[in-house]
């Protein structure tokens, strides 16, 4: 992708948060922001630098993970294309609280501070459509955590593997799922290791409801895998 020839506002405009914005304001906004591309294993922020953007995510996959003070790793959110991270924190003057780091090559636009505030100057309903974006952003997190506190991994991983439906109901029972990531990624955000979520994958197998073929899990019938831990 040329970034040269990139049309930021033009991508603003189809970004829920910026969908409802006038031309001649995106206009305004995109001159506030800025494209970079990243190469896999490349940090995007880390913990301790400055908040003055928040990001979207274009192409690629993007990690957001903390560390331990023994070095272990937990992955909170992964960012796939069209996804926005860090446009909460942006407005708490504090730094980076998590790592975010390209799991491949990616594209980020980044959109400064400053233009935002100006826009939520010119205009409050940019303030609700912020705030609501952040809320989803919080409703996650707080389903995240009923999921780790009420369902074990197995559920979990049910749960993961599912959730194309959540976005496409009439899907049929037959379902393809890509993991975008390494198992060990995906391992991490559910709070589970790899070896057992290798396992789970194992006995769902085993059990004939999916088919494992490297990074691709092919569900033979829907409403079977979701019931197998009802």
Do not use: W
């Not at 031309?23 to 400055?50: K, T, Y």
Request: glycine share 6%; charged share 20%; net charge negative.
């Amino acid at each position: 992708m040329d970034l040269q020839q990139f049309d930021i506002p033009r991508y603003l405009a189809n970004l829920p948060l910026f969908e409802e914005i006038a031309p001649a304001d995106l206009q305004r906004l995109a001159q506030g922001c800025r494209l970079r591309n990243f190469s896999r294993g490349e940090n995007i922020f880390s913990v301790g630098m400055p908040c003055e953007e928040f990001h979207v995510t274009i192409t690629g996959q993007v990690k957001l993970f903390a560390l331990s003070p023994s070095g272990q790793e937990k992955v909170i959110e992964l960012a796939g294309p069209g996804i926005s991270f860090a446009e909460a924190l942006v407005f708490t003057g504090k730094p980076y609280i998590i790592n975010a780091q390209a799991l491949s090559e990616s594209i980020v636009l980044s959109v400064g501070k400053a233009a935002v505030v100006r826009e939520i100057e010119d205009d409050p309903r940019f303030a609700m459509r912020m705030l609501a974006g952040i809320s989803r952003r919080l409703h996650g997190l707080v389903h995240d955590v009923q999921a780790y506190s009420l369902h074990n991994g197995m559920q979990r991983v049910i749960d993961y593997l599912l959730h194309p439906l959540e976005e496409n109901p009439a899907t049929s029972n037959a379902l393809k799922v890509s993991l975008p990531v390494s198992k060990a990624t995906i391992a991490s955000r559910l709070s589970i290791t790899p070896e057992y979520f290798s396992r789970v994958l194992h006995e769902l197998e085993s059990a004939g409801l999916i088919s494992v073929d490297k990074r691709e899990i092919h569900i033979h019938n829907a409403a079977r895998l979701a019931s197998h831990c009802a």
